[in-house]
Each structure stands twice: as C-alpha cells, then as structure tokens.
Antibody
C-alpha cells in the first residue's frame, strides 16, 4: 500500500525558512517523480514543484521559483521542500504527491499524503 | 489565477446526472495534453478520479467519466449520491507556464 507522510509544517514568521519532509513507502521510490502541491485555506489546488526519480531534473511554479528547492534522498525514501523567504501568500496545506504517467507533460498525481500546514504570520 | 476555468458550483438531486466543465486554451488542453480529475472530500486530501482524460483508477465507480474536446474537458457524474458531495478539480500541463495547472475547482452539492 502506497503511503506518503508529510511533516515539518509549523507557524513561521515572514521572511523565515522551513523544510518540509515526505516519507514514502509501498513503492519503489526512486522510480517515480514526486511533487509538492499546496492549498491555501479555503482555496484551490496549486502545483508547487516536481522532481524526477533520480533527482536530476526539477521544475517549479513561477510563484516559488528562486525561493523553494525540491530535493529527494532515494536511500531514505524521502522527499523534501526547502522553503525560504516565506510570505503570507505561502500559507497553505502542503501535499506531497506521487507522479504517474508518460510523458512528463501528461503526468498526474496518483497518490497524495494527508498534508502538512504551513502558516506564515508575525 | 488559474488558467483552467471551472464553474464554482453544480448541484443535482440524488440519481441525477451532473457535468463539470474545464475550459482551457491552446497552451494546455488545446495542445493535446491529457486532463485529469480529482475529488476532494471535505477535510481530506485530493484523490484521482479520472486520469488521461477518460480512464478510471481501480476502485472508482463507472458513474464517473471524463471527456475532452478542443480546449475543454468535462467530468460527468451519473446516479448522483450523497457521498459525491465534494470539490472537484481538473488538471493538465501548460506549455506557456512550463508546469502543471489545476482548475479553479467546482463544489458539487447533492440536493
């Protein structure tokens, strides 16, 4: 059974940094691209970032490019999101999701974690 | 601001059929990228309902179906049930943004 468990969400001040983690199990982690998707309170879904299986290629939404860094440790079956220069606009539940499909333009998110809440406020 | 537009809400009586539209453009749906649909029940994470425009994962009832034409896609729910009350999102890829995009979301209410 595929399981994705996010952690690291907390209350952080504007301008601060935070690292989210997502522990994966139930599939061969290194064989799949992984993504972060966020949802602001009461709002819709927003794709944040994706990383290829080997970790050699990464993609970011314009809203986070230059501030967020996605990475993975395939030996630990763990996905990360380093978030810097946080603003109130980054307040959201952050979901870790497994990618599926081919080619990458047709990828969808076939499994999701339960999410972790990041609140940016002074 | 999402590039995929959905109606904010749709409603129907139990047993009825409802459809949710997802309108895009030539840089996403119109570029022949697949459309995927997700169901988000209250207080839970999204779950994939339809992938690659018209395929259902195992376990998803055949009451749910997807279609795509031109720059738009649709999700149809037949035999509407109380348990279908949820938010529904379409998703595709946008070549102008070089990234994945979600629709604005539609809340389905069972009357």
């Amino acid at each position: 059974e595929v399981q994705l468990l996010e952690s690291g969400g907390v209350l952080v001040q504007p301008g601060g940094s935070l690292r989210l983690s997502c522990a994966a199990s139930g599939f061969t982690f290194g064989d799949y691209a992984m993504s972060w998707v966020r949802q602001a309170p009461g709002k819709g879904l927003e794709w944040v970032s994706t990383i290829h299986g080997p970790g050699t290629a990464t993609f970011y939404a314009d809203s986070v490019k230059g501030r967020f860094t996605i990475s993975r440790d395939n030996s630990k079956n763990t996905l990360y999101l380093q978030m810097n220069s946080l603003t109130a606009g980054d307040t959201a539940v952050y979901y870790c999701a497994k990618n599926q499909g081919h080619p990458l333009e047709n990828w969808h998110f076939d499994y999701w974690g339960q999410g972790t809440l990041v609140t940016v406020s002074s | 601001q999402s590039v995929l537009t959905q109606p904010p809400s749709v409603s129907g009586a139990p047993g009825q059929r409802v459809t949710i539209s997802c309108t895009g453009s030539s840089s996403n749906i119109g570029a022949n990228y697949d459309v995927h649909w997700y169901q988000q029940l209250p207080g839970t994470a999204p779950k994939v309902l339809i992938f690659d425009s018209n395929n259902r994962p195992s376990g998803v009832p055949d009451r749910f179906s997807g279609s795509k034409s031109g720059t738009s896609a649709s999700l149809a729910i037949t035999g509407l049930q109380a348990g279908d009350e949820a938010d529904y999102y379409c998703q595709s890829y946008d070549s102008s943004l070089s990234g994945y995009v979600f629709g604005t979301g539609t809340k389905v209410t069972v009357l």
